[in-house]
């Protein structure tokens, strides 16, 4: 993919410390803050029989002490499916505005979040000032909405997070809204919207592929995703040679070569390994994160894939297309938002992914953000894609660009 930074193999090229911080910056999105310095029993699981739980029921609550002003915030343990459907355990939060709910009960907003590691200690959660780091919120609460916003499995809770695989952040997210249904002031209105960036964009794209059939109790009457990652192997062919295109691949390749049983070694230089688990073990929320990911990032521009085409080669070719977005239903209406300097996602291939959308029957309202980076996509789309959903709520006629197919 064509960053702000492509670094060569032969050494020749040695970019700034400043080009490092802009290219990686691509893929953090906006800094969430410092993370806690340690899990909490929390968030533990031990002894607990998770099969007693069905998805989406509340294993553990905990008032937060750090709310929004005039709203409640909980962080929430509950049960979802893993990626051999098998019971496990996802934090997360929910935030709810004070006052007793509607008779009908609060539609509810999950928000999927960006790219903020692959370590448990990388859960948003965690976050001091995690509050921040949801795009939109103070939007969302003022017109009464209940906002979940989801860790995924393995972020907070043991286990190796899946990254980038887009059933198991659909679950995630549709969990946490039935989740949020059990907390007093909530109320069971079963509507709600899916927001989310990058990472969080698959996520939202996959829960509406999966919400019909894994949650039918549940009405999806909107998705709403900025720069969402779509087709992986255009990803991760395109970036893998940029700054923030490694440290994607890397992450990826080192999640998925544990839980899908597909070697490294196939595909990665010897060398790369112990870089790439380097990588593994840091978290991508703090600004400063960014500079201590610079050395290991450097040797993987000197040495990383072994065959720089492993997207075409099995099993990655079909994990990367079983983790690519297909088309939605169309009933639900989405809004997709893409910054036209985005080195990361590139808005061809989002262009591409809604002309897919238009001519499966979605409707489709796109805005396209002139100079908007790919770390900056969600907190520019926000307001919009907050009005969006709230008309969709008011049930206001649903904007079609379907149209105008406008090349990016």
Not at 17 to 46: E, N
Not at 129 to 152: E, H, I, K, W
Not at 214 to 221: D, Q, R
Request: aromatic share 8%.
């Amino acid at each position: 993919m064509r960053a702000n930074y492509r670094g060569g193999t032969n050494g020749r090229h040695r970019p700034s410390l400043a080009s490092h911080a802009r290219a990686a910056a691509l893929f953090v999105g906006l800094a969430i803050a410092p993370i806690a310095p340690a899990q909490t029993g929390f968030y533990a699981t031990d002894g607990i029989d998770l099969s007693a739980y069905p998805p989406g029921a509340l294993i553990r609550v905990q008032a937060m002490d750090r709310a929004p002003e005039n709203a409640s915030a909980f962080r929430v343990l509950y049960a979802s499916r893993g990626l051999h459907d098998e019971s496990v355990a996802v934090s997360g939060v929910v935030l709810l505005p004070n006052g007793p709910p509607p008779a009908a009960g609060r539609p509810i907003i999950a928000w999927a979040h960006p790219t903020s590691g692959i370590e448990d200690r990388c859960a948003p959660s965690l976050a001091f000032v995690f509050l921040q780091s949801v795009q939109g919120l103070r939007g969302m609460l003022d017109r009464g909405y209940v906002v979940t916003a989801t860790d995924y499995p393995g972020l907070g809770t043991a286990g190796v997070h899946p990254y980038l695989i887009g059933d198991s952040e659909a679950r995630a997210v549709i969990d946490s809204v039935r989740a949020a249904h059990a907390i007093a002031g909530v109320g069971h209105e079963p509507r709600y919207t899916v927001w989310g960036h990058s990472q969080g964009g698959q996520a939202a794209l996959f829960t509406a592929m999966q919400t019909q059939r894994y949650a039918p109790e549940l009405t999806l009457i909107g998705v709403a995703a900025a720069a969402p990652a779509t087709d992986l192997a255009a990803l991760l062919a395109d970036d893998w040679n940029t700054a923030g295109g490694r440290n994607i691949t890397a992450m990826t390749l080192w999640s998925w070569s544990r839980l899908y049983d597909a070697p490294l070694s196939h595909v990665v230089a010897p060398a790369a390994i112990p870089v790439i688990d380097t990588l593994a073990s840091d978290c991508i929320e703090r600004f400063f994160d960014v500079f201590e990911r610079i050395g290991p990032t450097r040797a993987l521009a000197r040495t990383f894939l072994s065959d720089a085409r492993f997207a075409q080669q099995e099993p990655w070719r079909t994990l990367l297309a079983n983790n690519s977005a297909t088309t939605l239903p169309p009933a639900i209406p989405v809004f997709i938002a893409q910054g036209t300097d985005d080195g990361l996602v590139l808005p061809a291939v989002t262009s591409l992914y809604r002309q897919r959308l238009c001519a499966a029957g979605s409707k489709v309202h796109y805005l396209l953000m002139p100079g908007v980076s790919h770390g900056f996509a969600g907190r520019d789309a926000a307001d919009a894609a907050v009005q969006w959903m709230a008309d969709r709520f008011e049930g206001r006629e649903v904007p079609d660009d379907c149209a105008t197919q406008a090349a990016p």
